[in-house]
């Protein structure tokens, strides 16, 4: 009987495993089409006093020296666009960005970014040719050149300054971040 269920436990834990797998092949879908192959590198959970907030993956290019990368967040707990704007200017004010270029960000991010509901997702792409591509539930809501904000933004994860240390080490695992952040190996 212990044999059996002990069978039964690993074919259950390994179907959760495929299927979760299979979800992130779909979930792919929503990552810009010019991203070249995208591969996850890591997943990693941000949560606070306890509560889980939200699931993020790292994306990369097949050719992890390829400078193209994304951020794909999936919500768990629901947050107003400003709210989110709010927290994104903040996190970038804690990195170094000064507060007047951190208020500008967050007054443009307020106006693009949606309320979000549990299970929904933000994904943000980085291309060195077009900056900070950003995405809800699969459609364009705003597209933001250079290299400023996104080293801003994307640093808020993947910036060894980060304010969650533990959650840039889930993302990146065994390897470097992206050549954006070169040097922060």
């Not at 010019?34 to 997943?43: A, D, E, K, W, Y």
């Not at 768990?76 to 970038?92: D, P, R, Y």
Request: with cysteine; net charge positive; aromatic share 10%.
């Amino acid at each position: 009987m212990r044999k059996y269920l002990l069978h039964s436990s690993i074919t259950l834990f390994i179907s959760l495993f495929l299927a979760v797998g299979l979800c992130s092949a779909r979930d792919l879908s929503r990552i810009d089409p010019s991203f070249n192959q995208p591969l996850s590198q890591g997943v990693g959970r941000l949560t606070f006093w306890g509560f889980h907030i939200y699931d993020v993956t790292l994306y990369r290019s097949s050719n992890l020296s390829s400078a193209e990368f994304a951020l794909d967040i999936k919500y768990q707990k629901s947050s107003s666009g400003s709210l989110i704007a709010h927290k994104t200017a903040e996190e970038m004010k804690k990195m170094g960005v000064s507060d007047s270029q951190a208020t500008i960000w967050e007054k443009e991010l307020a106006e693009v970014l949606p309320n979000v509901e549990s299970g929904q997702t933000l994904t943000g792409v980085y291309s060195p040719k077009v900056g900070a591509t950003l995405f809800y539930e699969g459609k364009k809501i705003a597209q933001i050149p250079g290299v400023e904000f996104s080293k801003a933004f994307f640093g808020i994860w993947l910036d060894p300054k980060t304010s969650a240390p533990k959650l840039r080490a889930e993302l990146l695992g065994n390897a470097c971040p992206p050549p954006l952040f070169s040097g922060a190996c």
